[in-house]
């Protein structure tokens, strides 16, 4: 009929076949794969009967098999994984005509008490953009002043974990650091952090050099300080700005705009406003009354109010943009910094916020964002925690106990790892992944989680990205404040995993008297004991002549008739081995014990 058919519509078999090019994803089921071939799934399933496999219409095979079929069938294959939901989402490079020059985005940097917050405050203070009646500004994690110079936004988050957290997620979001050194204290550890970050980062550094309203203060010996660290300040012959400041009264912070004005003029900084736009989360959290709020610095284009965005594994339609002195806007450029409501989850920080075409692409995005975050969840459920960690090195797999720490200061730091280092023997040591000054950052996390590797901090806390990390990733993160009590807790947890140490006492002695055969149960012995004594259960041996020839356990101690659990010296008794019957009268019976004793470092 089929033939007649196509004779009849003048059709001529065989039908030139059309090559085509196949999608393929991870997974298809035979249906689709049949449709995207423009072939009879009958055709397919037929083809994998003669493979020697039996399928229905409606099975998913595999992207390998999909693609065998499709070759097989004269088309050509494109590969697809899941994670192709993500391409384009960001898109590429603005062509140059489109850029304008868009404000600085500045972090403060510096050593713990030497000022940070107080200059962030003294500058918001004197500088809120428009200046704001009352003065009632909101934490958002990131603000604007207004200079003569144009507008510069700084990041209102200090602490280097912010910065680091942000980088280790591929996010740059400083152009400049703001490296604040207290003229009374000098270069300390956490100045050298910042500076390291920085470098690391290629960021230009600007010295502030604080504190200068006090007796004490000594500028130049903050510069010589750091030129030991390669910061060379401008009036040592290099090339970074420095200015001297006060917090306190407000000293040089005019001239400490105008040297971040003029760095980011040198740098050109530009971004195009008139796209989809892009950002990056700073802040966010769940806020009771408005649900999840993100802080976020739009880094191109323009954010408006009413945008799908996608941010992480969370999405939205923006339902209010709220600038950092607490007004509502309409819109947000580049490097301007608003909280954004309206998202059905919290990102986290350091996540990129874009601005998508449909809400059904942002739903996409983010649930294959999510779905890859549980799997990642299910897979690292198995990572460090101390516990674990011991059962592992029992099996004898490890003979290290990763580590990473995180003190205050960098003395207890390196007296820590010090302390630890001398810990170990041939079997078991310490092994220090890393250690450092500061609380205990994401990256510190993904460094453990990397390693393996237990996190203990000394007087300092992880921050929230640390600890949700920590927990996503099932790392152990232990906190201390006295390090004997932390050298202490890592000497037991090692000592955990020393095999125990086998110590045998000699119990006593017996000598065969006679050896009678029972039936069934074989050959007994009757002794004497005649040192010590004898214990059931307790491990034997039969010396011959000054020699071992037998080595086990009694099956039998008894005491004229009766069972009994052990007979002292100059008392005659009956016994009998397990599995041995070669006794002689003249043998000598030696009972021992053996303990197990634990070993510590
Ligand atoms: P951060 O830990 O770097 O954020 O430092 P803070 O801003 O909290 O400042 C630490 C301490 O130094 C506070 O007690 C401030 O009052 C004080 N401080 C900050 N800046 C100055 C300054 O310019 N002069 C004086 N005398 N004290 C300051």
Redesign the pocket.
Known sequence: MERQKKQATGFSAPREKIAREVVIPEAITIQELAHRMAERAVDIIKFLMKQGQMHKINDVIDADTAELIAEDFGHKVKRVSEADVEEGLSGGEDPEDTLKPRPPVVTVM??????????LDAIRKTKVTSGEAGGITQHIGAYQVETENGRITFLDT?GHEAFTSMRARGAKATDIVVL?VAADDGVKPQTVEAINHAKAAEVPVIVAI?????PEADANRARTELMQHEVFVESMGGDALDVE?????GQGLPELLEAISLQSEMMELKANPGRNAEGLVVEAKLDRGRGPVATVLVQRGTLKVGNVVVAGAAWGKVRALIDDTGKNVVSAGPSFPVEVLGFNGVPDAGDMLVAVDSEARAREVAEYRQRKRREAKGVSMRRASLEQMMSQMKEGELKEFPILIKADVQGSAEAIVQALEKLGNDEVRARVVHYGVGGVSESDVQLAAATGAVILGFNVRANKQARDAAEREGIEVRYYNIIYDLVDDMKQAMSGLLAPELRETHMGNAEILEVFNISKVGKIAGCKVTEGSVERGAGVRLIRDSVVIHEGRLSTLKRFKDEVKSVSAGQECGMAFENWQDLKVGDVIECYRVEEIKRSL
Do not use: C, M, Y
Request: hydrophobic share 30%; proline share 5%; glycine share 10%.
């Open positions: 510096g050593h713990v008490d030497h000022g940070k917050t107080s200059i200090p604040v604080n504190k200068i309203d006090k400041v006060s917090a306190l009264t």
